[in-house]
């Protein structure tokens, strides 16, 4: 009877049936397309948290594109870069080190084994070291993430080295309106779906990212949840001027007074949160600051974001660890960048990461 009953329906709604008929052919095509046209993703492994805005994906075997350079990608269980897709214990009878910084802690363009921490994890076998960094971290997102560490995931650790960017202070901007959505259930959920869609549907890809680069507001690096990238969603001449005050809010008075200034309060502010953090937890805490090529030219050794971190560790009893010197000599510049940094890039090359990792045996092995 129900089958007859059905056959009836399907007879009674010819149009409904040829619809969905139609809707289930262009979404096996679409979904066809986007196997075949969508790019493959070198971002796979990064995704939105809704606790400190964005991460890694833990457990995680993917390639990852820098320039014209593809190469392997591992997180371990804590969704850190690692040398392999490693179960990483809460507790340790080592001492453990844990690092947080932005894309030159996450070592962008380099393997595990060629990133600074790599290579200082082979020097240091008796110190186990774990790398927390991830691109366009700033202030707000290290303490934000390690209070997450500390409180909610309960990994112990004695030492704490954050590698502040001169990007630091302008993402903080970016990131002030920020709050964690944990118990956001929607917004996961949409942020899930998008991530689906955007992988999955070449309909959603095409047009997702036809709104992107159509959008006409506020310029500024942030977070993209549908594509998990770092990208420009805004342009207008105000915008390109922030994303540009990046290179010189430290030495131009204008831009500091501008942008510079307020990135630096809002720096503060979160540090001392993350310093106040370690403090109740015993965890000792050293501020890494380090040059960009554009500094090394001017040879801007003693900068405003130099004498405002030196100042901030002095007050704080915090260890101060600055390579603007280790940088900045009396060696050509240009020899300099072309020693230690990746052509045409702000981030360090192969041999850029060994120096860095030799600077910090010695001064680990020293405190």
């Known amino acids: 009877m129900n089958s007859k009953q059905n056959g009836r329906w399907f007879e009674k709604h010819p149009a409904i049936v040829f619809s969905l008929f139609i809707v289930g052919g262009?979404?096996?095509?679409?979904?066809?397309c986007s196997v075949f046209i969508i790019p493959e993703d070198y971002n796979s492994f990064r995704?939105?948290?809704?606790?400190?805005?964005?991460?890694?994906?833990?457990n995680q075997e993917s390639k990852n594109i820098?320039?014209?350079r593809i190469f392997n990608i591992y997180t371990n269980s804590l969704g850190f870069k690692d040398k392999s897709c490693r179960k990483v214990t809460l507790t340790t009878d080592k001492k453990r080190i844990l690092f947080i910084g932005d894309s030159f802690t996450e070592s962008m363009g380099m393997t595990w084994e060629e990133s600074f921490i790599g290579v200082l994890s082979e020097k240091l076998k008796e110190v186990e070291i774990l790398n927390a960094g991830v691109?366009?971290?700033s202030p707000k997102l290290y303490y934000l993430k390690v209070k997450y560490l500390l409180e909610y995931v309960r990994l112990k650790f004695d030492e704490l080295y954050v590698f502040i960017d001169n990007s630091d202070p302008l993402n903080e901007i970016t990131y002030q309106d920020f709050e964690p959505y944990d118990k956001n259930a929607m917004k996961k959920f949409g942020y899930i779906v998008n991530r689906f869609l955007f992988t999955h549907s070449y309909l959603y890809y095409s047009i997702s990212?036809?709104?992107?680069?159509?959008?006409?507001?506020?310029?500024?690096?942030?977070w993209n949840p549908v594509s998990g990238q770092s990208v420009l969603d805004e342009f207008s001449k105000e915008d390109a001027n922030f994303i540009a005050a990046t290179l010189n809010w430290s030495y131009s008075p204008d831009i500091?007074?501008?942008?510079?200034?307020k990135g630096l309060q809002l720096a503060a502010e979160n540090m001392q949160k993350l310093c106040d953090k370690c403090n109740q937890n015993n965890i000792k805490v050293t501020v890494v600051i380090y040059p960009w090529p554009s500094m090394i030219v001017n040879k801007d050794i003693n900068n405003v974001q130099v004498i405002f971190w030196d100042n901030f560790c002095q007050k704080n009893n915090l260890r101060f660890l600055n390579l603007y010197p280790k940088f900045i000599s009396g060696e050509d510049p240009k020899e300099v960048i072309r020693k230690y940094?990746?052509?045409?890039?702000?981030?360090?090359?192969?041999?850029?990461n060994r120096h860095v990792a030799d600077i910090l045996k010695n001064y680990i092995y020293n405190q």
């Open 341 to 352: 940094f990746i052509t045409g890039d702000v981030h360090w090359s192969e041999e850029g």
């Open 47 to 58: 995704a939105p948290n809704p606790n400190y805005h964005h991460d890694l994906l833990a």
């Open 66 to 68: 820098w320039g014209d």
């Open 209 to 222: 990212g036809k709104i992107t680069s159509n959008r006409k507001s506020r310029v500024t690096e942030s």
């Open 26 to 32: 262009i979404l096996a095509i679409d979904f066809v």
């Open 256 to 261: 500091f007074e501008k942008w510079g200034k």
């Open 135 to 137: 691109v366009s971290y």
